[in-house]
């Protein structure tokens, strides 16, 4: 989906799900049956193919709308059922003029629901706000690693971190700002170690080197995405290593099977090696802090690991600079304001050429960059603990139950046609 050729594969695959939704609910069934139906479809692309495709989907379009309170409850997963719902009962309204009493049950529920969004836990306050320092280096949109040097990139950043001038807490670079073979040793350490010095305050960066930089990879051909917390004092974190890999993007499934075939993919020789650690770093003398690198923040399932790690704010270091236009990293914000209220955290959003943005646990953009811009978003971002009703059950319990309504019309008919059997087979005989 990310490339001209996976473009109208992707559409064709989705839309073929909902084909299969649409015949797997018998006629006539409940507006609320048939709902859940294709969140079913909806919430399959969450993980799959490829370990999922969430673009595009039905939550991402409500990050701006009135149902986005959902998503502290019941994520992604509930907006969709509720958007279908809703869109049931009014195709059910304009057909008949009049709603049946399916279509009732379903706007009572959905009514119901977004009260209860208002009231669900959504976290609380710690107390203590840090003043957080996103720095955005610029450059041309629709450019890859190929086209611009790595060096240029990490010099760009340096600049633009090089302008801050006061008190900040902590510093945060975007993802693929650093791209060398082993970054504890790299020269680059020493300048960014310098600036973490001048200001007193730590910096988040994201890099790209060798898997076999990590004692846990060994000798495995592959990279990993990576990010660091450099100290003032010069010292490193435990890096967090991205899990959720752009499939096309950072490596590619069945490379084998495809190369049998003749096909080849030259932009990615190799494979991104995927990371299995919590998705949180370690702030010395700020936080704890969930990370959802890039592609992970389409994922509410990596920032609750997250929250459920530690976590009291949510760290999205991103790269979109490859895409032409803004359609991704205008769901990417939509993304990151889905999180924020998932979860009840604050997120710090980091791009080289923009998005970068600050958005609040409620999912209030307060402050973006434009694209293609060297800018600094200088923010006091307060943290937060507690969970929301999201982070405590996750996806699994409204995917179990919105199978379960599914199917319910087709088990009905099976209990009802036997039972009239049953009745059919006491009946005495005619004479």
């Known amino acids: 989906m990310l490339t001209a050729a996976g473009f109208p594969v992707a559409v064709g695959l989705f839309a073929l799900m909902h084909v299969v939704a649409a015949v797997a609910v018998p006629p006539r069934s409940p507006v609320w049956s048939w709902a859940a139906a294709h969140t079913v479809a909806e919430a399959v692309r969450l993980s799959w193919p490829f370990g999922g495709v969430p673009l595009a989907s039905l939550g991402i379009a409500q990050a701006s709308g009135p149902l986005l309170g959902l ?81 240029q990139v990490t010099a760009a950043h340096l600049e633009a971190t090089a302008t801050i001038d006061g008190d900040v807490d902590l510093v945060v670079w975007p993802e693929n700002t650093i791209d060398v073979d082993h970054f504890a040793l790299s020269e680059v350490r020493d300048s960014i170690a310098a600036e973490a010095a001048r200001l007193g305050a730590p910096i988040t960066v994201g890099v790209t080197e060798e898997a076999s930089a990590h004692a846990t990879y060994g000798a495995v051909d592959g990279f990993v995405n990576a990010q660091y917390v450099v100290s003032p004092d010069g010292s490193l974190s435990a890096p967090y ?158 995917m179990v139950l919105a199978a379960a309504a599914a199917i319910a019309p087709w088990a009905m008919g099976v209990a009802r046609r036997s039972q009239i059997r049953r009745r059919g087979s006491r009946s005495p005989a005619r004479r």
């Open 71 to 151: 998503a502290r409850v019941g994520g992604v997963v509930l907006i969709t059922w509720v958007v279908f719902a809703l869109a049931g009962a009014l195709a059910t309204l304009a057909s008949s003029r009049s709603l049946r009493p399916a279509a009732s049950v379903s706007v009572v529920v959905v009514v119901a629901l977004w009260v209860l969004a208002f009231a669900a836990p959504r976290g609380t306050d710690t107390g203590d706000v840090y003043t957080v320092a996103i720095v955005q280096g610029c450059g041309e949109q629709g450019t890859t690693a190929l086209d611009v040097p790595p060096a």
């Open 241 to 398: 290593v991205k899990v959720v890999r752009v499939p096309f993007g950072e490596y590619v499934p069945l490379r084998d099977t495809l190369a049998s075939i003749g096909i080849e993919v030259p932009l990615i020789p190799r494979d991104a090696v995927a990371g299995t650690d919590p998705a949180v770093v370690e702030i010395d003398g700020v936080a704890t802090a969930a990370v959802a690198i890039s592609w992970e923040v389409f994922f509410g399932r990596r920032a609750r690991d997250g929250v459920l790690a530690g976590g009291q704010v949510l760290l999205n270091p991103t790269n979109g600079s490859s895409y032409t236009w803004t359609i991704l990293q205008t769901q990417q914000v939509a993304s990151s304001r889905l999180r924020a209220v998932e979860t009840g955290r604050w997120v710090a959003q980091a791009a080289p050429t923009g998005f970068s943005a600050v958005i609040s646990d409620d999912g209030e953009v307060l402050a973006r960059t434009g694209i293609s811009e060297q800018a600094v978003i200088i923010y006091d971002i307060p943290t937060r603990r507690g969970h929301t009703v999201y982070t405590r059950l996750g996806d699994r319990p409204f």
